[in-house]
């Protein structure tokens, strides 16, 4: 019920921003989420109760939607026009501010929406004055923009040691030697990162907005999802141009495939195939068409996380140049996300050991055991006592006790890998495909390992 409690928190988050239509979005996509689950639900209590909640999510949902209707229809209303005669001003009443006097000033020097601190400066403590085009619209893309670092370091991804040589070459490097990416080594117009789920491409990628101190833009399918016709190919564009006049910027679209599965499936809407018409469209131009004052070029970075490659859009994957094959941590790299996730442990635990038996175990595997390990000392702590002896016990006397050897081997009793060998054997097949068909260096999938 984890996606049906962010469908419902997005939805009440926009609608108290005024973003009414995206806020029936997710409404509508919480409403969709309890009728399947109703589906497999027998009991007749706990249906009952459970169409309790569609009836009160759907009330809210109309409350919204009118909310949206009479906005729309004041909008088009003329009588609320203020009049541009002068009229007698009431001492008693503060007068409303002009848009002069309340625009903030624009930075000198820069690039259009570009900030005081610059692109040296880091992300943190940015604050934006977009002054292009839609505003309104500008605001809402923002909503998306880590403004402030994610606080995720190369050193807090376990292994992949030359993944992250290549991110950095494709990604960070640009920025730093702009004037040796040009010409036949101009930077790569799109990187995508596929593999098993859990293995880390989600955190390789908030890594790289931390080193790369750039804009970026945290991108999902409901991002950009609208019912108006015509709106989510506008949001895609108008997407890549706040990306550009934030440059230098990078784009992530996680799960990538949501978005951009192959065209010409059964059950194909026409919306969708111009949507990807248009990303297509913008990624294959990202770099080409705009300059800064200086007449150097605006750098936007595409970077697109799957764990679905085969789904995604022939042209799609063409124009994400760079693939890179995230796998299962290996051995070392295990033994190193033990060390990140339980910084002291007790003597009598055999790291070499707990790393073994988790073969076949993502990243966010071994993190579950990491954590379910963490807690079994509290249970034994609290173990036959009643609810007042708990609440009175000493934060220091459950704390104290260290993760032992006895609590890994319980936590892999109840954390079995997410991971089928099937999976992993249909990514191998094709990271082959896309070497075959594309023709990448095989290196990068040795160096991945």
């Known amino acids: 019920m984890s996606g049906l409690q962010e469908h419902l928190k997005l939805a009440r988050e926009y609608a108290v921003e ?4 995206t806020s029936v979005i997710f409404f509508e996509g919480a409403v969709g989420q309890i009728n399947k689950h109703l589906n497999s639900v027998e009991d007749p209590l706990f249906r009952a109760k459970w169409m309790k909640v569609k009836k009160a999510v759907c009330e809210e949902m109309e409350v919204v939607k009118q909310l ?3 906005r729309r229809v004041f909008k088009e209303s003329q009588w609320y026009s203020i009049p541009t005669t002068t009229s007698v001003h009431d001492p008693h009443v503060w007068r409303t501010p002009s848009r002069e006097a309340t625009r903030p000033a624009r930075p000198s020097g820069g690039a259009k929406g570009r900030t005081e601190s610059g692109p ?8 934006w004055s977009y002054e292009g085009r839609d505003p309104e619209l500008a605001e809402m893309l923002q909503r998306d923009v880590l403004e402030t670092s994610p606080s995720v370091r190369w050193d807090d991804v376990a292994g992949l040691t030359q ?3 290549l991110l950095e070459e494709a990604l960070i490097l640009p920025l730093w030697m702009p004037e040796y990416f040009q010409g036949i080594r101009r930077p790569w117009k799109g990187v995508l990162m596929f593999g098993p789920p859990g293995t880390g491409k989600t955190l390789l990628a908030k890594a790289v907005a931390t080193e790369c101190a750039t804009t970026f833009f945290n991108v999902s399918s409901s991002t950009l999802a609208s019912k108006w016709r015509g709106e989510s190919e506008r949001m895609v564009r108008f997407l890549f141009d706040l990306a550009r006049a934030y440059a230098p910027s990078t784009i992530f679209i996680d799960e990538i495939d949501s978005l951009c599965n192959a065209r010409g499936a059964s059950g194909e809407h026409e919306s969708s195939r111009r949507v990807k018409s248009e990303l297509l469209v913008q990624i ?3 770099n080409n068409s705009s300059t800064n004052e200086d007449g150097a070029h605006k750098i936007v970075m595409v970077l697109a996380a799957t764990n679905f490659p085969w789904d995604i859009d022939e042209a799609l994957r063409r124009r994400l140049e760079k693939r890179i094959y995230i796998p299962l941590p290996n051995f070392e790299s295990r033994k190193e996300l033990i060390r990140i996730n339980l910084k002291t442990v007790a003597p009598d635990v055999n790291i070499d050991k707990v790393a073994g038996r988790t073969e076949g175990y993502s990243g966010d595997d071994l993190t579950n055991v990491c954590h379910d390990a963490s807690l079994n000392g509290m249970r034994r702590k609290i173990a036959g ?4 002896e708990i609440k009175n016990m000493s934060k220091d006397d459950i704390s104290k006790d260290p993760v032992a050897m006895c ?5 892999l009793k109840k954390v079995q890998p997410s991971v089928s060998q099937a999976d992993i054997e249909r990514h191998d097949k094709q990271e082959v495909d896309l070497i075959n068909l594309y023709g990448f260096v095989k290196v990068t999938i040795h160096l991945a390992r």
């Open 18 to 21: 005024g973003v009414y239509d």
């Open 68 to 70: 949206d209707e009479e």
């Open 120 to 127: 040296s400066t880091g992300m943190k403590g940015r604050k």
């Open 163 to 165: 993944a992250k040589k």
């Open 284 to 286: 294959d131009g990202v």
């Open 385 to 388: 006592k009643t609810r007042h």
């Open 407 to 411: 609590d890994f081997q319980e936590a």
